[in-house]
Each structure stands twice: as structure tokens, then as C-alpha cells.
């Protein structure tokens, strides 16, 4: 069945960075469009970035330039680079195919 699972998060100081990644099972990567999402307390659940199947990629205003999505076909995995953090990108991050979730992994940025 198809499996999202996140790691990479932890506690970062602000323009610090961190790499999560995506390990996907029961589905290849490569054959759907990849996203993050990001869900900050008490705020709603908001689209981070996206990879489609041709390899191009998309980013929210709030992190372009900054953060960068990628795949590696042959571990099946995707990944968010995340570099200048800031403050405000602390949330749980998700990874998502269609109406599929990871459980998410925590990032925090705090001086």
C-alpha cells in the first residue's frame, strides 16, 4: 500500500538549514506529482512546494528562493531542502501524493 514516511526535521537557528526527506513506498515517485505542506500551530495547512512528474518544480511566495524540492528516482525518495530558515517556517511538515499523508516531521526555528 502506498506509504509517505518524513524524517529530517529537528531545531534549527534562524538562517540555519535543514534536508527533510520523503520516503515513499507502494508507488513510484517518479510516475506522480510530489508536494509538501507545512501546518504551523493554530494556523490552517498550507502547500510548500511541489515536484511533477517531468521534474519541474513550484513554491509558495513565503519560501521561493529559499527552499528547494527534488527527487531521487532510485531511493524513491523526495526531499526538501531548506535553507535561510526563519521563525515563521516553524510547523509540522507533511508530504503528500494525491489524498495521501506522512505523518509528518516537526521543524522548529528559534534563537
Known amino acids: 500500500q502506498v506509504q509517505l514516511v518524513e524524517s529530517g526535521g529537528g531545531s534549527v537557528q534562524p538562517g540555519g538549514s535543514l534536508r527533510l526527506s520523503c520516503a515513499a513506498s507502494g508507488f513510484r515517485v517518479s510516475a506522480y506529482a510530489m508536494r509538501w505542506y507545512r501546518q504551523a500551530p493554530g494556523k490552517e495547512r498550507e502547500w510548500v512546494a511541489g515536484i511533477n512528474i517531468s521534474g519541474s518544480t513550484s513554491y509558495a511566495d513565503s519560501v521561493k528562493g529559499r527552499f528547494t524540492i527534488s527527487r531521487d528516482n532510485a531511493k524513491n525518495t523526495v526531499y526538501l531542502q531548506m535553507n535561510s530558515l526563519k521563525p515563521e517556517d516553524t510547523a509540522v511538515y507533511y508530504c503528500?501524493?494525491?489524498?495521501?499523508w506522512g505523518q509528518g516531521t516537526q521543524v522548529t526555528v528559534s534563537s
Open positions: 503528500n501524493r494525491d489524498y495521501y
